[in-house]
């Protein structure tokens, strides 16, 4: 199974407002993506029409968001159904500032329909942490029975070696991300034993597909996925050299 | 201050160049959630972060120059917001510590 943990919608306040769920799971079926994870910035609530467009195209999907933590470290909190994602989004919500974004500071977070009806405009400033840090976040996406992921760990900014120097102890990390142009010669050992995947972390449409990781796995669930991680048997797409 | 100003007082190159930018205060932060919280308006933000980010948190809190230390390269998706925010971007080899050394002439951000 090909798939991609990373996908920001329109929701994002930096993605491009084509990355309808409509379209993205358009985009990622026409590239041979198998499954897919909707993963904003801080919300995810996006996912139940991500949801509707997954079950609707027959493609597979996990819902989650990429919870900016205290540390301003950049991590994915996956789930097998929305209503898990969107539970992980009022524990974020209610440790984020109480500002109300401006589009024209940081772009615009539309709220959409599976038929991409604008619901209402996000208020929050998604582009800003939570006050939550990382062993917190992790342990409140362990109880909601999700994965807990750190992303771009390549990333001179907003990733674990960004921000800690290292993976810390307790975060509980099920498996680390690479970039698209992460070099695995440099990267793989900074893993530190976990599972790796690689993701397009795409905010426009062109982004969808160009990377992936593979894996047998018995459905697209947390258990399955887990699983492959606990057996460290992924495989991830080649990085790219142009970017 | 003058923009010109900052990067003589630090050893620096102006890497965006913005006309008028200046600035009345220091505030020296990596965590841009903090920054956002506690810099001043019109400070000159002191930080090590270059990326687009930052620039969105100057827009906010109404600051016009931004010091990257340790000779950190502005990409080219910062620098085009700069100049777009009216945002000048000094790159200096000095550290955090050195700049606001170097910058002690004015006043840090007002608490808030």
Same mark, same amino acid.
């Given at each position: 199974?090909?798939?991609?943990?990373?996908?920001?919608?329109?929701?994002?306040?930096?993605?491009?407002?084509?990355?309808?769920?409509?379209?993205?799971?358009?985009?990622?079926?026409?590239?041979?993506?198998?499954?897919?994870? $909707?993963? +904003?910035?801080?919300?995810?609530?996006?996912?139940?029409?991500?949801?509707?467009?997954?079950?609707?195209?027959?493609?597979?999907?996990?819902?989650?968001?990429?919870?900016?933590?205290?540390?301003?470290?950049?991590?994915?909190?996956?789930?097998?159904?929305?209503?898990?994602?969107?539970?992980?989004? +009022?524990?974020?919500?209610?440790?984020?500032?109480?500002?109300?974004?401006?589009?024209?500071?940081?772009?615009?977070?539309?709220?959409?329909?599976?038929?991409?009806?604008?619901?209402?405009?996000?208020?929050?400033?998604?582009?800003?942490?939570? %006050?939550?840090?990382?062993?917190?976040?992790?342990?409140?996406? %362990?109880?909601?029975?999700?994965?807990?992921? *750190?992303?771009?760990? +390549?990333?001179? *900014?907003?990733? !674990?070696?960004?921000?800690?120097?290292?993976?810390?102890?307790?975060?509980?990390?099920?498996?680390?991300?690479?970039?698209?142009?992460?070099?695995?010669?440099?990267?793989?050992?900074?893993?530190?034993?976990?599972? !790796?995947? %690689?993701?397009?972390?795409?905010?426009?449409? +062109?982004?969808?597909?160009?990377?992936?990781?593979?894996?047998? $796995?018995?459905?697209?669930? !947390?258990?399955?996925?887990?699983?492959?991680?606990?057996?460290?048997?992924?495989?991830?797409?080649?990085?790219?050299?142009?970017? | 201050?003058?923009?010109? @100003?900052?990067?003589?007082?630090?050893?620096?190159? &102006?890497?965006? #160049?913005?006309?008028?930018?200046?600035? @009345?205060?220091?505030?020296?932060? #990596?965590?841009?959630?903090?920054?956002?919280?506690?810099?001043? #308006?019109?400070?000159?933000?002191?930080? &090590? /972060?270059?990326?687009?980010?930052?620039?969105?948190?100057?827009?906010?809190?109404?600051?016009?120059?931004?010091?990257?230390?340790?000779?950190?390269?502005?990409?080219?998706?910062?620098?085009?917001?700069?100049?777009?925010?009216?945002?000048? &971007? &000094?790159?200096?080899?000095?550290? /955090?510590?050195?700049?606001?050394?170097?910058?002690?002439?004015?006043?840090?951000?007002?608490?808030?």
């Amino acid at each position: 199974m090909k798939f991609d943990l990373h996908i920001h919608s329109c929701l994002s306040p930096c993605a491009n407002l084509e990355m309808s769920p409509s379209e993205i799971v358009a985009k990622a079926k026409s590239a041979g993506l198998d499954a897919i994870a $909707l993963t +904003d910035h801080q919300s995810a609530r996006n996912t139940p029409a991500v949801a509707e467009c997954a079950r609707r195209a027959g493609i597979e999907c996990l819902y989650g968001l990429e919870v900016c933590t205290a540390e301003e470290v950049h991590t994915l909190a996956l789930f097998d159904t929305p209503e898990q994602a969107l539970e992980m989004t +009022d524990f974020v919500y209610a440790a984020m500032p109480k500002r109300v974004n401006d589009p024209d500071v940081f772009g615009d977070q539309p709220v959409v329909t599976w038929d991409d009806d604008i619901v209402e405009m996000e208020w929050r400033i998604l582009a800003m942490a939570c %006050r939550h840090p990382i062993p917190a976040v992790s342990a409140k996406c %362990r109880e909601l029975g999700g994965l807990y992921v *750190a992303a771009h760990i +390549d990333r001179s *900014a907003f990733s !674990v070696y960004s921000q800690l120097g290292g993976i810390p102890d307790g975060a509980s990390f099920d498996a680390v991300e690479f970039s698209r142009t992460a070099d695995e010669s440099l990267w793989l050992e900074k893993a530190c034993g976990l599972a !790796v995947v %690689r993701s397009s972390d795409a905010h426009n449409l +062109d982004d969808v597909g160009l990377v992936w990781t593979e894996a047998e $796995l018995d459905g697209f669930t !947390v258990a399955a996925l887990k699983k492959a991680f606990e057996a460290r048997s992924t495989r991830i797409s080649p990085r790219l050299t142009k970017f | 201050m003058t923009a010109r @100003e900052i990067a003589e007082k630090t050893g620096g190159k &102006i890497e965006v #160049d913005v006309e008028g930018a200046s600035a @009345e205060n220091v505030y020296v932060g #990596d965590l841009l959630s903090d920054v956002m919280g506690h810099a001043g #308006d019109l400070c000159v933000l002191v930080t &090590i /972060q270059n990326h687009l980010n930052t620039l969105a948190v100057c827009t906010l809190v109404g600051c016009e120059v931004v010091v990257l230390c340790h000779n950190r390269p502005v990409p080219p998706d910062m620098a085009e917001g700069a100049k777009r925010e009216g945002v000048a &971007i &000094i790159t200096t080899p000095m550290s /955090q510590y050195e700049v606001a050394l170097a910058l002690s002439s004015l006043p840090p951000s007002p608490r808030k």
